[in-house]
């Protein structure tokens, strides 16, 4: 079974500086990962996602992050952050072969300080 | 990107009652789609995964008869919660499937979710 965790439920960062949201996973094979952002009141936004192409993914709004198989991490990092960036952050898993269900963590809340 | 809608946004029910909770893919035709649980300062919990034309499947702990599901066409999956009761008072969010894609690349474009509060 493949399962996902967030450090930290609650992150501030002050506007202009760095953002950097953890997510740690666990799967017997080799995983999908994803990042997703839920404003209040919506639904879920996909921000990026891992496909075993590049370790390196880049995704919507300046966000992108980094796949390490060694650290088993998939951590989302914005060199700057705006106010807009104030949300709720899901870090998700699934599995390679065609298993379509995502398991999420249970999300970051990211406050952006003026 | 892919549009998916949920109607309503906001539902009050009496305890003992039935609630449906429509999800509509608006610009595509989803064969799949999922429905999934929020519980407050909590992640989504997968609840069943409704495919058109067949029947739901269910994740482990979730009854089947208390949350009906129905995907009788290509655009639309209802969640119908039946007697319901405050316990199921919850943030309920489906998701489409893009069609054409597959093997876990898919990509889930969510609705913006139905809040239930059973009194």
């Known amino acids: 079974a493949q399962s996902v965790t967030q450090l930290g439920s609650h992150v501030s960062v002050s506007e202009g500086a760095l953002v950097l949201l953890r997510c740690n996973y666990s799967?017997?094979?080799?995983?999908?990962l994803f990042w997703y952002v839920q404003y209040p009141n919506q639904g879920l936004q996909l921000l990026l996602k891992?496909?075993?192409?590049?370790?390196l993914v880049k995704g919507i709004n300046g966000f992108e992050a980094e796949f390490k198989k060694s650290e088993t991490s998939f951590h989302l990092t914005k060199p700057s952050a705006h106010m807009s960036d104030a949300a709720e952050y899901f870090c998700?898993?699934?599995?390679?072969?065609?298993?379509?269900?995502?398991?999420f963590g249970t999300g970051t809340r990211l406050t952006i300080i003026p | 990107g892919a549009v998916v809608s949920q109607h309503p946004s906001r539902v009050i029910c009496k305890s003992g009652t039935s609630v449906k909770i429509e999800c509509r893919s608006l610009?595509?035709?989803?064969?799949?789609m999922f429905w999934y649980r929020q519980f407050p300062k909590q992640s989504l919990m997968l609840m069943a995964t409704?495919?058109?034309?067949?029947?739901?499947?269910?994740e482990q702990g979730v009854e089947k008869d208390k949350f009906l599901i129905n995907h009788a066409s290509l655009t639309l999956s209802t969640l119908t919660v039946t007697s319901a009761h405050p316990e199921d008072s919850s943030f309920y969010i489906c998701?489409?499937?893009?069609?054409?894609?597959?093997?876990?690349?898919?990509?889930?474009?969510f609705g913006p979710g139905t809040r239930l509060l059973v009194l």
């Open positions: 998701s489409a499937r893009v069609p054409g894609t597959s093997g876990g690349m898919e990509t889930q474009y």
């Open positions: 799967s017997s094979v080799p995983p999908y």
């Open positions: 891992y496909t075993s192409a590049a370790t």
């Open positions: 998700a898993v699934s599995l390679l072969f065609g298993n379509e269900k995502l398991t």
């Open positions: 610009d595509f035709q989803a064969t799949t």
């Open positions: 409704s495919n058109e034309g067949s029947k739901a499947t269910y």
